[in-house]
T-cell receptor
Framework: GAVVSQHPSRVICKSGTSVKIECRSL??????MFWYRQFPKQSLMLMAT?????????EQGVEKDKFLINHASLTLSTLTVTSAHPEDSSFYIC???????????FGSGTQLSVL | RKEVEQDPGPFNVPEGATVAFNCTYS??????FFWYRQDCRKEPKLLMS???SGNEDGRFTAQLNRASQYISLLIRDSKLSDSATYLC????????????FGPGTRLSVLP
């Protein structure tokens, strides 16, 4: 079946640094990818929709200058958390659908800890 | 009304029990639905797809009631490994829309 690969799985960084998370669709082309954030014991929260070849669509309340999304190819989307702060510590996860109404395939997630 | 709502839980059931939880959706045009399970700090994994009135896969049965706009998930003979959060997901029916996730129902199967 379709596979979405996400790296790294865990990042520990100092406050003020930037962290890049990659999400790759391994055996299908993903024109759209979704980025979520999840705090402990809470539901997935959609941050943004990454669109290949165009600007990402951010959800209300998500700072586009802080969470930079690049979807340069049909198989790769990246999320860069710029100038990370402790409150950005969270579980970040990407997903991609095979088609508009098809099931989502998820990356394995990235646990970000900002010290 | 929220787009997708779920029984909040948590559901704490003994091993071997049958448990069911519901998901209600607001978009009457939705045609398909998904149940995912998510373990702590792991990615959601597809459990079942529901395209018509329902679906059954081993101990798991999903039923769709379009008139009342809800999908239920029934788990029979619960195992300890069934402990997880179960997410109800409604895919978009048009480009430009998003997948909508329910808040999840937490299940703990106790020995």
């Amino acid at each position: 079946g379709a596979v979405v690969s996400q790296h790294p799985s865990r990042v520990i960084c100092k406050s003020g640094t930037s962290v890049k998370i990659e999400c790759r669709s391994l055996d299908f082309q993903a024109t759209t990818m979704f980025w979520y954030r999840q705090f402990p014991k809470q539901s997935l929260m959609l941050m943004a929709t990454s669109n290949e070849g165009s600007k990402a669509t951010y959800e209300q309340g998500v700072e586009k200058d802080k969470f930079l999304i690049n979807h340069a190819s049909l198989t790769l989307s990246t999320l860069t958390v710029t100038s990370a702060h402790p409150e950005d510590s969270s579980f970040y996860i990407c997903s991609a659908p095979l088609d508009i109404s098809e099931k989502l395939f998820f990356g394995s997630g990235t646990q970000l800890s900002v010290l | 009304r929220k787009e997708v709502e779920q029984d909040p839980g948590p559901f704490n059931v003994p091993e071997g029990a049958t448990v069911a939880f519901n998901c209600t959706y607001s978009n009457s045009a939705s045609q398909s639905f998904f149940w995912y399970r998510q373990d702590c700090r792991k990615e959601p994994k597809l459990l079942m797809s529901v395209y018509s009135s329902g679906n059954e896969d081993g101990r798991f049965t999903a039923q769709l009631n379009r008139a009342s706009q809800y999908i239920s998930l029934l788990i029979r003979d619960s195992k300890l490994s069934d402990s997880a959060t179960y997410l109800c997901v409604v895919p978009p029916d048009n480009y430009g829309q998003n997948f909508v996730f329910g808040p999840g129902t937490r299940l703990s199967v106790l020995p």
